[in-house]
Structure formats: C-alpha cells, structure tokens
C-alpha cells in the first residue's frame, strides 16, 4: 500500500483463502448481532443469551466468585457484564478487562410524544447522542423499546423489522421548494424539533358524531388493540426510533459492511466472542458491555456508575485481596470505533495519523479535543505491552487518530476506566460515516479486532 503515508498493511492484500474465509465467516454472526440488537436493551438480551449458551450463569451481590466461574451481571437490562474467573492470582495478576458499548446515536420520543395537526399524526423526538440530524430525513425508520405500565409489567415494542411491518418516517423538503432550506447550514437544516415522526393519518372515532373522527384516537386504538397500552403510558416508555433496514454487505467484492449502529456493536460483538473463544485462558476476564457512553456515560447503566468498581471489589473480596491491588494491576481495552479515513473527506484528516479502512485494528493513543483535552493519554509503556502481544499473535493493527488538530474531537470510556487506577487505552474498528443511519466498516477490520483481543486474553 505504497499510497499509504506510513506503512500498514492491508488486510485483504495480505490475506490468504484461509484468512479470508475466517474474515467473511465471522462477519456473517456479527450481522446477525446487529439485526437483532439495534438497541441497549435488544443488544444486551442477545449478549446475555449467548452467555448463557457458553455456561455463564448471573451474579447477585454477596455471592462469592471461585476459580472457573463464569458470571454475567445483567444491569437493568441495558448494561451487560461478563465475568470469568481465571487461575492466575487476581492480586498480582489483576483483570483483563474489554469496555465496549451498546448504545447508539438515534432519535427518542419526548414523554408526551403524540400530536395531530392538519391530518397527520406525529411523535415529538429528542435526538439521543451526537447525529446529523438532516441524515435522519427520509429514511425508513422502525421503533423499538420498551413500555413499563404502572402495574409494573413491561411491553416490548418492535415495529418496522418484520417484512410486512410499516415503518416510520421523518420527512423533508422536495427540492423544488427548499431554496430557502438550502441557503442554511447543514446543522440548521433540519432543526432538534423537526424530527417529528409520522405515525399515521387515517381519522377514526368511537363516538357518534362523525366530527370527532381523528387520527391520533385511531393511534390509540390500535396501540390499546395491540399492546394494551393508553396514552399516559408514554408517559413511562423508552421508545426509540432507529432506521428500519437490516446489515448488508457493500460493494461488489463484499469487503464492507454497512448497517445502523456499528459504533460501537462493532467492538461489543468481538468483545464477548472473544472471551467466549479464549475459554481455557488463564487470566480473569470481565467484558463491558456498556449503557450511554453516546451521552456521556452517565447514569446507572453508563461507564461512571459506581457498579464498574463494586464488580471488582466483590471479585478481589472473593480472594480476600485488596481490590487497589487488583485495579492496579489490572488492564484494559476501550473497544471503541474510531474515524476511518475517507478519501472523499480527506481534508479532516492528517494523513501519517489515521485509521485506515482494512489495515486493521486501529490503536488510538489519546481521543479529545482542544490539545488532548478531556483524553485519556494512554501510556507509552503500555502500547509497548500492546505492540508485543499483537504481533506475537499475528494481529494486523495501526494506529490513528480522530482527524487533524483541532477539527473536532470525541471521547470514549476509556477516561473513567483509567481514573479507576487502571492502564487503558482505545482500539476499535474504523468507521465510514459514523453516527449516520448507515454506517460502514472493513469486514477485515472486525476480524483483526476480534484476533487483538483475543491476543490480549491469553
Ligand atoms: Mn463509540
Ligand atoms: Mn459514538
């Protein structure tokens, strides 16, 4: 790759009929992942069924953790932990840990969401974590979530995946009337309260008088018909507007793939595969699978929740060790996607220090913006710990980073592991387009990602 500021290698240049059978065998089970995970909760659910496929059983609080225990914590049902306990002294030997998260940029309806106006039904939204929001226009849209009644039960919602579901809209303007739109900036385009979702538009009335027809009673209906449900009930819903299509390969030979919400399943899937794959590996293991790191990683299910340091403290408690100890010696990977060079945007990006799409794992030393700002700035020492156990392994990985300085910037996890006394660093798939309804990454990327923490599993 000679085109390359500095050297990398291809995966798919390098790659024999083997390698290349094994890259597009795997791809094929993380599209599964991503067509029936599109949310925290549906993400989560699929990762704890596979967990307990390979033998994981939950954990409670106060349950004491012995040599070849594999454990999951289901938090909330949004925020998954895994958990193997291996041979090795936890103490001196600490944990590996793999921090990946589950929820995406999307469009959530507001807690009083339905209106009419002029014939059509509408859903209110707030946008959730950073999107285009003109992206979010005119695409196939399906809503998935959850529906908690004041009896306590919860209704699961899932419409616009099924062949012969309808789905969702978001509309614009036709061409022929946006010369006013088209003279603003892409960010005012399309503004947070113009995300408003169509939801129907046929009129219905329980009464009598034929005046009284409206399309949101109708609304009402076929959701008290279908889920039981009535209006306040939005009031305790978590509904979440995604785009409707499914995972599919992308240009003729196949070598991408492009679905809604790579970032950051594209980590989260060879997170637990890989320990699932690492079975008989020595050390003890704890996979993240994290709730709101779109938003800052706030909240109960997010990475700042104190739950991240009450798992370890009941592991090193287990053992009877000092759980400073055991942070202290501990290691972790913040799977996290980075920005993948395009060249059709290549201006943001600094050419010797970027991710490029199937070269690999991509390692970023430090995130942030503004001189490194709010980064975690992963030691040197640590990388030369990465860069050992990669090619003693045979992983194909580069560095980069999120384009030029000063362009822009973001964060990952990483910072709140770290404060936690524990060396951490971010390495992930490159990503095309990321935050848009469409996201696309290297098949080959994926699998080198899966063969880095697999090596760092051992
Ligand atoms: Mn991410
Ligand atoms: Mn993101």
Request: one cysteine or more; aromatic letters at 8%.
């Given at each position: 790759m000679s085109e390359l500021a500095y050297k990398r290698t291809n995966v798919y240049e390098k790659a024999d009929d083997k390698l290349l059978q094994e890259i597009f065998d795997y791809a094929k089970g993380y599209k599964v992942f991503l067509d029936e995970g599109k949310t925290e909760r549906e993400a989560c659910a699929f990762a704890k069924e596979q967990a307990k496929l390979h033998g994981y059983k939950p954990y409670q609080f106060g349950q004491k953790l012995s040599v070849g225990d594999k454990v999951y914590y289901d938090n909330r049902g949004k925020n998954l932990y895994l958990i193997k306990v291996g041979s090795k002294d936890i103490a001196t030997n600490g944990i590996r840990i793999l921090a990946s998260h589950i929820d995406s940029p999307r469009i959530d309806f507001k807690q009083v969401p339905l209106y009419e106006t002029d014939g059509i039904a509408f859903a209110k939204t707030h946008y959730y974590g950073g999107i285009r929001k003109y992206q979010w226009a005119t695409v196939p849209l399906a809503l998935h979530g959850a529906v908690a009644l004041k009896d306590g039960s919860v209704i699961d919602i899932k419409v616009g995946e099924d062949e012969n579901d309808p789905v969702f809209?978001?509309?614009?303007?036709?061409?022929?009337?946006?010369?006013?739109?088209?003279?603003?900036?892409?960010?005012?385009?399309?503004?947070?309260?113009?995300?408003?979702?169509?939801?129907?538009?046929?009129?219905?009335?329980?009464?009598?008088?034929?005046?009284?027809?409206?399309?949101?009673?109708?609304?009402?209906?076929?959701?008290?018909?279908?889920?039981?449900?009535?209006?306040?009930?939005?009031?305790?819903?978590?509904?979440?507007?995604?785009?409707?299509?499914?995972?599919?390969?992308?240009?003729f030979d196949r070598g991408l793939m492009g679905a809604y919400g790579h970032d950051d399943r594209?980590?989260?899937?060879?997170?637990?595969?890989?320990?699932?794959?690492?079975?008989?590996?020595?050390?003890?293991?704890?996979?993240?699978?994290?709730?709101?790191?779109?938003?800052?990683?706030?909240?109960?299910?997010?990475?700042?929740?104190?739950?991240?340091?009450?798992?370890?403290?009941?592991?090193?408690?287990?053992?009877?060790?000092?759980?400073?100890?055991?942070?202290?010696?501990?290691?972790?990977?913040?799977?996290?996607?980075?920005?993948?060079?395009?060249?059709?945007?290549?201006?943001?990006c600094e050419p010797l220090n970027t991710a490029y799409i199937s070269c690999g794992a991509g390692v970023t030393k430090f995130t942030g913006a503004r001189g490194k700002g709010s980064s975690n700035d992963a030691d040197a020492e640590f990388i030369g710990f990465l860069r050992r156990i990669f090619d003693e392994n045979g992983v194909i990985w580069q560095t980069g980073e999120m384009g030029k300085v000063d362009a822009g910037g973001g964060g990952t996890v990483a910072k709140y592991i770290a404060k936690m006394n524990i060396d951490t660093i971010d390495i992930g798939v490159p990503v095309i387009s990321m935050h848009s309804p469409f996201e696309v990454i290297s098949k080959a990327d994926l699998y080198e990602v899966y063969l880095a923490f697999r090596a760092f599993l051992k």
């Open positions: 809209y978001i509309s614009d303007l036709l061409p022929h009337l946006a010369s006013k739109q088209n003279a603003k900036t892409l960010a005012e385009g399309i503004g947070g309260e113009d995300l408003n979702v169509w939801l129907g538009n046929i009129p219905y009335t329980l009464a009598e008088n034929e005046k009284d027809k409206t399309v949101k009673e109708n609304l009402l209906k076929i959701l008290f018909e279908k889920y039981g449900m009535k209006e306040e009930d939005f009031l305790s819903a978590e509904l979440c507007v995604v785009p409707a299509y499914k995972a599919k390969d992308v240009g594209v980590c989260s899937y060879p997170a637990f595969t890989a320990l699932f794959d690492e079975e008989n590996s020595e050390q003890t293991v704890m996979v993240i699978l994290a709730d709101k790191e779109e938003i800052g990683s706030e909240g109960t299910t997010g990475m700042q929740c104190v739950l991240f340091t009450d798992l370890i403290d009941a592991l090193a408690q287990s053992f009877g060790v000092s759980s400073a100890q055991v942070r202290a010696n501990s290691k972790c990977l913040s799977a996290d996607v980075n920005a993948g060079y395009d060249p059709n945007f290549r201006d943001v």
